[in-house]
């Protein structure tokens, strides 16, 4: 899953990619380059199956980040360096959005100043605005295409294109529109960047680390739809925390106010925003979690893992994590009668211990 960092300059967009990536030298950055890295989601869970299996190794499982320079919102289609980070961001499956908080008058701010409903009012015009060129452009194709060809474009398409139009127009975003699956599938292929799924994170000033839930409650006032999408952080004060030896980071933390760290707080809100879960796998060799969209039958989780065990599916072999935590061991989790056999309707839930039978 690819999640991409899109926010106004210099609100902090590289600055969180190295937190949650754990790059330390934003230095490397060159202008205008698009950086790709890996977020590590730690899970506890994890280190305990290793335990109760005696696992050789484990892994967490793992999200895609890109790292977006500012998006140009150029009107000209033949700008191609701009409209190539417009695709980027287009082909990412949901987006974290950064919000100027911090004050700091020695990195240059937008003309509005240093204002968080603001620049969120503006950054979100913008992806409206794009969005809106592509709808009409659209819409004017389909209109003149149908003059010559009857059943040119998909019966209902231009109903559902006039409607993100309207909601468009509205300078609301598509993610506000109800739409059925029948008419998402037929806007699929736009990537309409105001459909995706977004995360908030305000990047707050080191002075106001204290008033981080005042200030995200403000926000989410303001912008009721995005209710519980917010999240502050000061990326400054992370990087020094980053920067120090692993032993002083929690008397560090706790001297400015900083309880949880800002890479395990992001991974919270985007697990709980984009409707993820992590199912767990056991065994000699090593204990890993998978991380899927919930809702998942047993064969589709199992292709998290490799498409032949959706294939040659036979049966999950199923221990629920809260009756390992009991009995510790696969073996004694079956002699309490705790191993269930499920078939391919069975939904995976978070924290199922997996053991997928297949043949192909
Ligand atoms: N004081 C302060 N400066 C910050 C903070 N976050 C970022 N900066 C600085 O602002 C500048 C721009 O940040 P950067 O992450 O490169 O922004 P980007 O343009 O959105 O990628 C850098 O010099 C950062 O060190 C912060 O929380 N507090
Ligand atoms: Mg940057």
């Not at 949901?94 to 503006?122: C, H, M, W």
């Amino acid at each position: 899953m690819k999640i991409g960092i899109i926010g106004l300059k210099n609100s902090g967009k590289s600055s969180l990619f190295d937190i949650l990536t754990g790059h330390l030298s934003s230095s490397s950055e060159k202008p205008g380059e698009v950086r790709n890295g890996i977020l590590t989601v730690k899970d506890d869970r994890v280190d305990f199956i290793q335990e109760c299996f005696d696992s050789k190794k484990k892994s967490y499982s793992n999200l895609e980040l890109v790292d977006l320079p500012a998006l140009q919102f150029v009107k000209n289609p033949e700008d191609r360096n701009a409209s190539k980070i417009l695709e980027e961001a287009r082909n990412c499956d949901a987006l974290i959005q950064v919000i100027r908080e911090f004050s700091n008058p020695a990195v240059p701010y937008p003309e509005f100043g240093v204002d968080p409903v603001q620049e969120k009012l503006t950054f979100d015009s913008e992806l409206i605005l794009t969005n809106l060129i592509t709808v009409e452009n659209r819409i004017s194709r389909i209109e003149a295409m149908q003059k010559k060809l009857k059943d040119y474009a998909q019966p209902g398409e231009i109903e559902v294109l006039r409607l993100c139009k309207k909601t468009l127009e509205d300078e609301k975003p598509l993610s506000t529109l109800d739409l059925d699956n029948n008419s998402q599938k037929m806007i699929r292929g736009f990537q309409f960047m105001t459909l995706k799924p977004k995360i908030n994170i305000v990047n707050l000033d080191e002075s106001r680390i204290e008033d981080s839930n005042e200030i995200v409650s403000k926000l989410e006032s303001e912008f009721p739809s995005e209710k519980g999408s917010f999240e502050g952080i000061c990326c400054q004060a992370e990087k020094e925390i980053l920067e120090l030896p692993e032993g002083e980071r929690v008397e560090f933390r706790n001297e400015m106010g900083i309880k949880e760290g800002a890479a395990q707080k992001v991974v919270e809100k985007l697990i709980t925003s984009l409707k993820l879960i992590r199912f767990l796998t056991g065994g000699d060799t090593e204990a890993r979690s998978w991380l899927i969209p919930h809702g998942l039958t047993a064969p589709a989780a199992g292709r998290a893992i490799h498409t032949d065990i959706e294939k040659g599916f036979i049966r999950a072999e199923v221990i629920k994590y809260s009756d390992m935590l009991i009995y510790k061991s696969e073996n004694k989790c079956k002699d309490m009668g705790c191993y269930r056999l499920e078939g391919k309707e069975y939904i995976v839930d978070d924290g199922d211990i997996i053991y997928f039978r297949f043949n192909v």
